[in-house]
Each structure stands twice: as structure tokens, then as C-alpha cells.
């Protein structure tokens, strides 16, 4: 090996004597092999990091109560029975109700965020404007603002409107809450489009709305669909206003999981929650592994935490 | 908020050719205000009111409490700045003059809760941005089995915080599997360390994914060659990642890291849900956020105050961070990540 040593490597170690290439073809492939098994370990720890506690919430879902506790780490005592607790309303959850509210309210946060934030990031990504910096530095400010400083206020004005314990109090915070990341998203993916084709359809006669919406917004349309997306989790995820601003009438899904009751008092009715727990993450689960890499460009585009 | 102004990019499209320029770039303002109007008055009615709201109620007093010498109700009224200095010398208006406040009140945490807001953003962000480049580099690198780790990566990010606290609730449970596999009898939700370290874990769990996926686009960013041309000039790897990778990844690192600080220390669902803010028997874990919906169950005077004295704290941050480390958010970091890249 001597006659090959120094600093030759990559094209260099090719040229150098066949007997010698061989063995250090070998030794090079060894090399790769140990770091491939070395990759492979620590991806699977990964992997089980991320997976082992929403493996733990889905197994203790399906296990029986009186076995709560029991570590062991594989599906045992298996019963359906907590899923359908879970709907009981015996004890004051109304999770059933909390779900249809959930998809209620992010459905309708989601369509009115979209539909106000594609014009102000068309306007903000394809217009060249006065005051454009104050107003991106508007939306940036309001995305980093702490929702607290928002519920004293926001609960008196809607007390002194009459609207305590109706859907709009969520629904109104929720849009301005979903707006910042929409705009911020929806923004970073319009500066890409195309936009000579807006020109050709102008040059071929289009009104400017015309333009956008027959050549833009279908080009644009991956785009907007994770946006909506985006909205959506987020929306769902939401839990600070609805604490303080919801009740039982309005509760989402996750004022239900953060309240959520067994018959005796002072115990965590654990097996029930888990199964709750399972039933409100696997539509986002679902939504999440379809269409992961538009989420995955989505988050990374916007950088705004969903 | 001007500091992070974006430089105009986009060309203005052509419109019709008799206008003049002058004329031509007044109407397209118009046409972006118009388009903007929606966007600007939802944010001017749920952000901007509330807050001025907000700021002039922090500087009267309520109506409704009782002073406990006459047991009549207190009359409300201007107050100026004494709500701000309750809260910043721990001191209560009893009797209407300012004494030490009662352990347990509110008012009494509120060096306690700046305390643990900052430790718990620290630490987690500190801990997600060492474990979220590891990822990431794992992420980046070919081998069989990357589709699984990234879609594996995303369940804890697409989980409910609020399910999230219960999950780990359930785990941190004193005879919960946590301590059954360590052999512990850990108090993890109500033990002073350990239920900061409950959460800590928590959070990183949930959040690292998305660090390492920002962090991932990043380094996805960074050209091949520049690796192949330090690979030429003899860098060892470790060379290779302080002189290459780390400089080149900056921008997206230095975003990521100031949303998620500026995340972290508005932290409200994960404690409230797995401790309550409790902890060592007191308010071990008791975040800003907490201590203000604490107090909106007293009065909403003092409420406001510390609710804007928390806001003043996040933006004081965002603005020494932007100045500090030149975080670039509004979205030419692309531009930026090119000069970087040439330099080297």
C-alpha cells in the first residue's frame, strides 16, 4: 500500500496499480458498507423516537382498563371498548360534538383564509407598490404575536357584542391567526409562478382577473391545496383561545382532550383519552403521509410553524 | 417592524402603454391595497384593536374588587403605570397601598414565570437545533428506507399539541411506563426539576421534526460542488462541515431558530395540559402565557398589563435577534444564500 500513499484520492486512486485498486476497492466498499449500517442505525433510532410514543397512545387505546398500566410494549388485552367510551357523554365529553365543531370551524377558517389570502399574496408577491415592506412586516409582526396579549380584549368584545358561546368567537380569531402563515406560505410559492404567462394571456386579451384566474390559479393550484392544508392543521391544533373563549357548545377537539373526564373523580380515565387522543391525530396522520411532500415544501417554504 | 422590510423584486406587469409611468405605478398601489384590504382589516380588528384595547385598559384599575378594609366595592379608575410596576416589584394594592403580595398570587410569579419562560425556550430550542441538524444530516444522506424516516419524521409534528400532553402525561404518570422501564419513582408532573424536564421533553419531541426539516431544506440548498471542491483541497470532514456546511447553512438555521425562540416563549398548551403550571408545589412551571390566563380569572386590568408586558418581551427578542444574527425573513434569504455560497 506504501507505493500509493500521499495525498492521491478520488480519480487518482483509479490510476494507480491494478493489484493495488482491487484490494483498495475493497477496503473502500468495506468503508461504505460500515457507513451505510452506521446511516441505517441512527435513521432507525429516529424513527423510533418519533413513532414509539404515538405507538404507546395507539396500543393503550385498544388495551383494557384494568391493564393500564401493564408495560408491556406490545398490543395485549386488546378491546374496542374505549373507543366507544370515548363517544360516551355520560361523564360531560362531547367529543363527538367536538369533532363535527373541529371540522366545522377549520373548514370554514380554511375556505375564508385561502380566498382573502391569495389576493393580498398575489398583490404582495406580483405588485410592486408603495408601503409593500410595512405591510409584509405587518403580517410577519402579527405571526409572532403572543396570543394571550389577544383574549382579554377579544373576550370583552365579544361579550359586549352578545356573542359569547357562538361559533364566530373562535371562527374570527382563528382566520387572523391562519392569515399570517397563509399570506407567508402562499407568497414564497407565487414569487415562482410563471408569471410570462399572465403577460401572454394579457397580450392575448385577458382582463387581469381573467389572466389569474385561467392561466395563474390552476398552475398555482398544488400550491394553494397545501397552503390549505397548512390552515387546516393548524386550526385543528389550536388550543390557548379556545380554552378561554370556548365552551361546552363550541368546544374543539381539543378543548374535549384537555378537559376530558372519567367516572371517578381525580382519575385520568387513561385508555379513554388515549383512544380519543388516537381518533382526533388520524385525520391529520392520514393527510399528513398523503400528502407529505407538499406539506414538507409547504412548511419549509413558509417557515411559519403550523 | 420595518427593520425586516423585503426590497421590492417583482416587475410591475405591463398595463396599458399610454399611461404615463407615474401614473401607471399609482394605479397598480391602488389595485394592491384593494387586493391587500381583507388581509389588513381582519388583522387590524383581531390583532391591532385588541391590542391598543389592551394597553388602554392596562393603565386603569378594575371596578369590581373589594377593598378588604370597608368591604365596599373599589371605586376603578386611571392608574398610570401601577399595574406595570405590580408587576415588575411583585407588589399588590391592598388596602390601597402597595404591599408585598400574598405567596400564590399571581403577582407574586411573575420573576418566576420570566424565569421559566426563558428556561424552557433555551433549552428546547437549544436542544431541537443540535438534534434537528443531526437529523437533517440524516435526512440528506441516499440510503433505502429515507421515504419511511420522513414520513416518520412528521407524526409528531402533525399530533395535537393538546394530544401531545396527554400522551406524555400518561407516560411521566408516576406509575406510568416512563418510570416503570427506568426503574424510578420520578414525580414527573409534580416534582420541581422533573416536571421542567417533563416538558422539556416533551416539547423537543414534538418540535425537532420541523427544525430538522427547515434545516433539511436547508442544507438541500447547499451545491454539491462546493463539497467535491473542498474534497479536492484535502477538507476533512470536520473542516468541511465548520467551513462549509455551517456558514452556508446560517440563513435557514438562524430563521428556523428565531421562529421557533419566539415560539417557544409564547409555550402555552404543553403546560397547562401536562402540569397545569405546577411543579415543586408552587409555579415551577408556570410560562408567561399561563400567568396571564391566570390572572384574566382575577381582573382584566392587570391582565392586560402583563399581557403586554410579555409582548414587549417576545419583540424585544425578535428585534435583538434580527439585529444580532441578521435573521432574513422576509424571504430573500434565497438571494442571500447565493452571495454566501459565491464568497466560498
Redesign the interface.
Known amino acids: 500500500m506504501t507505493t500509493v500513499a500521499g ?1 492521491a ?2 480519480i487518482a486512486e483509479k490510476q494507480s496499480g491494478e493489484v493495488y485498486s482491487t484490494t483498495r476497492e475493497r477496503a473502500r466498499r468495506r468503508r461504505q458498507g460500515r457507513a ?1 449500517l452506521f ?2 442505525i ?2 432507525a433510532v ?2 423510533i ?3 414509539l ?2 405507538y ?2 395507539v396500543v ?1 387505546g385498544l388495551r383494557d382498563p384494568r391493564y393500564t ?1 401493564d ?1 408491556n410494549p406490545l398490543p395485549s388485552h386488546l378491546t374496542f371498548e374505549n373507543y366507544v367510551s370515548a363517544f360516551d357523554t355520560a361523564n360531560g365529553n362531547y367529543l363527538g360534538l367536538a369533532l363535527a365543531n373541529s371540522f366545522f370551524i377549520c373548514l370554514v377558517v380554511t375556505v375564508i383564509a385561502l380566498v ?2 391569495i ?2 399574496s ?21 405571526s ?14 365579544f361579550t359586549d357584542l352578545g356573542w359569547s358561546g357562538q361559533y364566530q368567537v373562535l371562527i ?2 382563528y ?2 391567526g391562519a ?2 402563515l397563509t ?1 407567508y406560505t402562499l ?2 410559492f407565487f ?1 415562482e409562478m410563471p ?1 410570462e404567462l ?2 401572454a394571456a ?1 397580450i392575448d386579451g385577458c382582463t ?1 382577473a381573467q389572466a389569474f384566474r385561467i392561466v395563474i390559479l390552476p398552475l398555482a393550484a398544488p400550491a394553494v391545496f397545501t397552503t390549505a392544508i397548512l390552515a387546516f ?1 393548524a386550526s ?2 389550536e ?2 383561545l379556545v ?2 373563549l370556548g365552551n361546552t357548545q363550541i368546544q374543539t ?3 374535549a ?2 378537559q ?1 373526564t372519567g367516572s371517578i373523580p381525580h382519575t ?1 380515565p ?1 385508555t379513554t ?2 383512544a380519543a ?1 388516537t381518533i ?2 388520524i385525520p ?2 392520514v ?3 398523503i400528502f ?1 411532500r407538499r ?2 415544501a409547504g ?2 417554504a413558509g ?4 | ?14 398595463l396599458a402603454g399610454r399611461e404615463s409611468a407615474e401614473a401607471n ?1 399609482r394605479r ?2 391602488r ?3 384593494m ?2 384590504a ?3 382589516i ?2 387590524l ?3 391591532a ?3 391598543a ?2 394597553i388602554f ?1 392596562s393603565l386603569f384599575t378594575d371596578s369590581s374588587g373589594i377593598d378588604p378594609k370597608t368591604g365596599l366595592f373599589t371605586k376603578g379608575g386611571f392608574v398610570g403605570v401601577q399595574n406595570y410596576l405590580n408587576w415588575l416589584l411583585q407588589q399588590c394594592q391592598i388596602g390601597g397601598k402597595s404591599q408585598a403580595c400574598p405567596a400564590g398570587s399571581p403577582q407574586a410569579g411573575f420573576w418566576n414565570s420570566v424565569f421559566v419562560t426563558f428556561l424552557f425556550a433555551v433549552v428546547t430550542v437549544a436542544l431541537e437545533t443540535v438534534i434537528g441538524i ?2 437533517a444530516f ?1 435526512m440528506n ?1 441516499d ?1 433505502r ?2 421515504g ?16 401531545t ?7 411521566f ?1 408516576p ?3 416512563l418510570n ?2 427506568l426503574h424510578t419513582q420520578i414525580l414527573w408532573t409534580s416534582d420541581l426539576w422533573a416536571s421542567r424536564w417533563a416538558i422539556i421533553i416533551a416539547d423537543t ?1 414534538k ?1 425537532t ?2 427544525m430538522a ?2 434545516i ?2 436547508g442544507l438541500q440548498l447547499i451545491p454539491e460542488e462546493t463539497y467535491e471542491a473542498a ?2 483541497d ?1 477538507a476533512s470532514k470536520i473542516q468541511t462541515f465548520f467551513r462549509i456546511t455551517v456558514p452556508l447553512l446560517k440563513p435557514a438555521l438562524v ?2 431558530i428565531l ?2 425562540t ?2 417557544a ?2 409555550m ?2 404543553l403546560p ?2 401536562l402540569t397545569g403550571g405546577g411543579g415543586g408545589g408552587g409555579q415551577g412551571t408556570t410560562t ?2 399561563i400567568l ?2 391566570q390572572q ?1 380569572k382575577q381582573s ?1 386590568d392587570s ?2 398589563a402583563l ?2 408586558i ?2 414587549i418581551l ?2 424585544a427578542v ?1 428585534f435583538i435577534f434580527i439585529r444580532l444574527l441578521g435573521a432574513n ?3 430573500n434569504a434565497e438571494k442571500q444564500r447565493k452571495a454566501v455560497a459565491k464568497e466560498a
Request: charged share 10%; net charge positive; proline share 8%.
Open positions: 495525498p484520492t478520488g451505510a446511516t441505517g441512527q435513521a429516529i424513527v423516537w418519533c413513532l410514543p404515538f404507546w397512545m393503550i398500566f408495560p382573502v389570502g389576493s393580498a398575489y398583490a404582495l408577491a406580483r405588485l410592486n407598490f408603495t408601503g409593500k415592506g410595512l405591510v409584509m412586516g405587518f403580517i410577519l409582526g402579527a409572532m404575536f403572543p396570543g394571550v396579549a389577544l383574549l382579554t380584549p377579544l373576550f370583552k368584545m374570527i380569531p382566520i387572523a392569515l399570517p399570506v407568497n414564497s414569487r408569471w399572465e403577460e394579457r387581469p392543521i385543528w391544533n388550543y390557548l380554552s378561554v377537539v381539543t378543548y382532550i384537555a376530558f385520568q387513561y383519552i388515549m387522543g382526533v391525530t391529520l396522520i393527510l399528513v403521509l407529505q406539506i414538507v412548511l419549509t417557515g411559519v410553524k403550523g | 417592524m420595518t427593520a425586516v422590510a423585503a426590497p421590492p423584486r417583482s416587475q410591475p406587469p405591463k405605478r397598480i398601489t389595485i394592491a391595497w387586493l391587500l381583507p388581509t389588513i381582519a388583522m380588528i383581531v390583532v384593536y385588541p391590542i384595547v389592551s385598559q443531526w437529523m440524516i444522506r440510503f428506507g429515507r419511511i424516516l420522513r414520513a416518520a419524521v412528521l407524526v409528531p409534528w402533525a399530533i395535537p399539541t393538546a394530544v400532553a396527554k400522551l406524555w402525561y400518561f407516560i404518570d406509575s406510568g411506563v416503570t422501564v419531541w418540535t421534526p420541523f426539516l427547515l433539511l431544506a474534497r479536492m484535502g430563521v428556523a421562529f421557533r419566539l415560539d416563549l409564547r402555552y398548551d397547562a395540559i408567561l402565557s396571564v390566563v384574566i382584566n391582565a392586560s399581557s403586554t410579555t409582548f417576545i419583540f425578535a425573513i422576509t424571504g
